[in-house]
């Protein structure tokens, strides 16, 4: 299958409501309980969450993907949950499997008119390779909906997976509602066009 109908497909799935939680998973309001403090930008970076080195504000034209879909934010990660050690070579690796969402991989921000970061979401990501050397035949699930599945289509200009090997990622929309729903890898409620701005400002 080819690999945009691939990442296509699982995305519709991601689109649903989610299941009540399967015994031993938190619930949503577990997780937003966990990471409430988050909202507070210093408190990530003290607790080792790191931004991406680009400094990008994602969206789904970035990754190939219908421009109405919206965008996800900067992401904000922990290199040790991901078992990220060496620089991208050429692309961002890692041998984590952590799936805890009490205890997020990432977290994802909206740059706000002030040039504040605003909490709009948690994520999790598994390396692909990592995660079926495990023995997994599938990715993982999150009240009962599979995570996404992104990998860079090398066929096309676009890099689909943002410089990252092939992986599973679940976001979790807690901190600004989704009309695509609360685990959509995108959010039309997101906009990234005041990053853009300044980046543009700082640069003439």
């Not at 937003?32 to 990530?44: H, L, P, S």
């Not at 070579?89 to 997020?104: A, M, S």
């Not at 901190?175 to 990053?195: H, I, K, M, S, T």
Request: glycine share 8%; net charge negative.
């Amino acid at each position: 299958m080819h690999k945009m109908v691939l990442i296509g497909a699982l995305g519709a799935l991601s689109c649903v409501s989610p299941a009540l939680a399967d015994p031993g998973e938190p619930s949503l309001e577990a997780v937003k309980a966990a990471t409430e403090r988050f909202k507070d930008i210093n408190v990530a970076l003290a607790e080792g969450y790191v931004p991406d080195p680009m400094n990008m504000c994602e969206t789904a034209v970035h990754m190939g993907r219908d421009p109405a879909l919206g965008a996800m934010g900067i992401h904000y990660f922990r290199p040790d949950l991901l078992g990220i050690s060496e620089p991208p070579n050429p692309r961002v690796n890692g041998n984590g499997t952590h799936t805890d969402f009490l205890n997020p991989s990432i977290l994802i921000y909206e740059p706000q008119a002030d040039g504040s970061l605003e909490l709009v979401a948690v994520e999790n990501l598994v390396f692909q390779e990592a995660w079926h050397a495990l023995g997994h035949d599938g990715p993982p699930s999150f009240h009962g909906v599979a995570w996404d599945a992104m990998a860079d289509d090398p066929e096309t200009e676009i890099d689909e997976a943002h410089m990252f090997e092939p992986h599973y990622d679940r976001h979790v929309w807690i901190y600004r509602e989704n009309p695509n729903g609360v685990f959509a890898p995108f959010n039309p409620a997101v906009r990234c066009d005041l990053q853009q701005a300044e980046e543009v400002a700082a640069g003439d």
